[in-house]
C-alpha cells in the first residue's frame, strides 16, 4: 500500500490545505517531527489515507502499538475534521484531539469520530490511544 505515489504538490489528505510536502509528508518521511499532538494527528490520519503502516506504528507509543497493523485497503479515508484539541503542544507532555475521520467503501460513506490521547516521549510525540464516541 505504501505504493500509492502522490505527488508532493497535492494538496494534503489531512485537509489543511497546504501542499502534501509542507504538511505531513515530511511527517511520514522522517524528515520532520510533529511539533504538535495535532500535527500528529493529521500525519496519522494522511498515512491511514495513503496506507503508510511504518508511519502509523512508528507514531504510535510503543505500549500500546499492535504488534501487526491491518489497514483496510477497501476503506478510503477521505476527509478530517479537527474538532477540538487540549494541550499537546510543544509545552505539555500530552494531548488530546477530538476529531471526525470520514471514509467510503464505494458508494458507502462513514464516518469515525475519536478523542485520541497523546503523549511526548523522547521529544517526540506519538498516539496513546482512542475513546470511539
Ligand atoms: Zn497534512
Redesign the pocket.
Known amino acids: 500500500m505504501s505504493t500509492n505515489v502522490r505527488s508532493g504538490s497535492e494538496r ?1 489528505p ?1 485537509m ?1 490545505g ?1 501542499p502534501l510536502d509542507e ?2 509528508g515530511p511527517i511520514l518521511a522522517g524528515e520532520r517531527k510533529a511539533a504538535t499532538a495535532e500535527a500528529l494527528m ?2 496519522r490520519f ?1 498515512a491511514f489515507a495513503v496506507g503508510d503502516r511504518d508511519h502509523l506504528l512508528a507514531s504510535w507509543h510503543p505500549r500500546t502499538r499492535p504488534r501487526v497493523l491491518d489497514l483496510d485497503d477497501t476503506l478510503q479515508w477521505y476527509r478530517l475534521d479537527i474538532e477540538s484539541t487540549s494541550g499537546g503542544t510543544p509545552f505539555d507532555t500530552t494531548g488530546e484531539v477530538v476529531f471526525t475521520a470520514h471514509h467510503r467503501r464505494g458508494g458507502i460513506r462513514g464516518s469515525l469520530h475519536e478523542r485520541s490521547r497523546f503523549e511526548r516521549l523522547d521529544g517526540q510525540w506519538v498516539y496513546v490511544d482512542g475513546v470511539v464516541s
Do not use: D, P
Request: proline residues 0%.
Open positions: 494534503c489531512c489543511s497546504l504538511c505531513c493529521r500525519s494522511t
